[in-house]
């Protein structure tokens, strides 16, 4: 049976815009999100299946071979490096295409290490862990925002109950992991974001924060709003830099959707 099918993993701001584009297009597209709360930010799409729930490397086998897949779109978050890694063996193992769509880069992305004078920049990590080991050498409050996945690697830091302020998404999930590590009360914000300048100044300054850290996110992800907030509110900019990785640009994959369409005669 012909492999004429795209498959989305969606999870950014580029996967929502792939997704409203296929419908628009009338592709013949399934979507996938890891949680059903990631079904629900997509919105309403004419057209799509979207597909909640995440899945380990067989059943994305298993997915591909039932649905006809022929072209898999990776539109996963830049640190979900092994979903990422599971979609790409996936795709060769059942011998279809594979595209990998890149988030935009900061024309000025951070170049300092942790641990360096920043000089007013914001200072670069590697890792949480890496901020992490900086933050324990420092006083004053932090607020973190680099989801809840990695938020026990804070609790590093001596008294981490009083200093650090998470902010994490609005899922059971989330929430219900940041409270079992200690973080409730104001300690906790749970919120969707990208956020707006204006919030993450405020909240900066509600919490008395002297360290803002998150991911280098890109313009989608709201980080020149998180730059500016933290260089209002006085407070240190440490960035997670992301790992650097291979890919096509947002309109580089639609064309690739187009013509992996046509040549099936599907569009």
């Given at each position: 049976?012909?492999?004429d099918?795209?498959?989305?993993?969606?999870?950014?701001?580029?996967?929502?815009?792939?997704?409203r584009y296929?419908?628009?297009?009338?592709?013949?597209?399934?979507v996938s999100?890891a949680?059903?709360?990631?079904?629900?930010?997509?919105g309403?799409n004419?057209?799509?299946?979207v597909?909640?729930?995440?899945?380990?490397?067989?059943?994305m086998?298993?997915?591909?071979?039932?649905?006809?897949?022929?072209?898999?779109?990776?539109?996963?978050?830049?640190?979900?490096?092994?979903?990422?890694?599971?979609?790409?063996?996936?795709?060769?193992?059942?011998?279809i295409?594979?595209?990998?769509?890149?988030?935009?880069?900061e024309t000025?992305?951070?170049?300092?290490?942790?641990?360096?004078?920043?000089?007013?920049?914001?200072?670069?990590?590697?890792?949480?862990?890496?901020?992490?080991e900086?933050?324990?050498k420092?006083?004053?409050?932090?607020?973190?925002?680099?989801?809840?996945?990695?938020?026990?690697?804070?609790t590093?830091?001596?008294?981490?109950k009083?200093?650090?302020?998470?902010?994490?998404?609005?899922?059971?999930?989330?929430?219900?992991?940041?409270v079992?590590l200690?973080?409730?009360?104001?300690h906790?914000?749970?919120?969707?974001?990208?956020?707006?300048?204006?919030?993450?100044?405020a909240?900066?300054?509600?919490?008395?924060?002297?360290?803002?850290?998150?991911?280098?996110?890109?313009?989608?992800?709201?980080?020149?709003?998180?730059?500016?907030a933290?260089?209002?509110?006085?407070?240190?900019?440490?960035?997670?830099?992301?790992?650097?990785?291979?890919g096509k640009?947002?309109?580089?994959?639609?064309?690739?959707?187009?013509?992996?369409?046509?040549?099936?005669?599907?569009?």
């Amino acid at each position: 049976m012909k492999k004429d099918k795209i498959w989305i993993f969606a999870g950014t701001t580029e996967g929502r815009l792939l997704t409203r584009y296929a419908s628009q297009m009338k592709m013949k597209c399934c979507v996938s999100t890891a949680t059903e709360y990631g079904k629900s930010v997509l919105g309403e799409n004419e057209g799509i299946r979207v597909i909640p729930g995440r899945m380990d490397q067989s059943k994305m086998r298993a997915f591909i071979r039932e649905n006809n897949i022929g072209l898999a779109v990776d539109a996963t978050h830049p640190f979900a490096r092994q979903v990422t890694e599971n979609i790409c063996a996936a795709c060769e193992e059942e011998k279809i295409k594979y595209v990998r769509c890149l988030r935009e880069r900061e024309t000025n992305d951070p170049a300092d290490h942790a641990g360096e004078t920043s000089d007013g920049r914001p200072i670069s990590a590697a890792s949480v862990e890496e901020a992490v080991e900086y933050l324990k050498k420092t006083g004053g409050n932090v607020l973190i925002s680099t989801g809840s996945k990695e938020l026990h690697l804070y609790t590093r830091i001596k008294d981490y109950k009083e200093r650090c302020f998470a902010r994490v998404l609005s899922t059971q999930e989330a929430v219900a992991e940041a409270v079992r590590l200690g973080f409730e009360g104001k300690h906790l914000i749970a919120m969707q974001g990208p956020y707006s300048e204006e919030l993450n100044l405020a909240m900066l300054k509600h919490i008395n924060a002297a360290y803002f850290v998150t991911k280098e996110s890109g313009g989608a992800g709201g980080f020149e709003e998180k730059k500016k907030a933290a260089q209002k509110a006085g407070a240190e900019l440490i960035v997670i830099a992301r790992p650097k990785e291979e890919g096509k640009s947002l309109q580089e994959v639609k064309k690739l959707m187009e013509e992996f369409l046509a040549k099936e005669n599907l569009l």
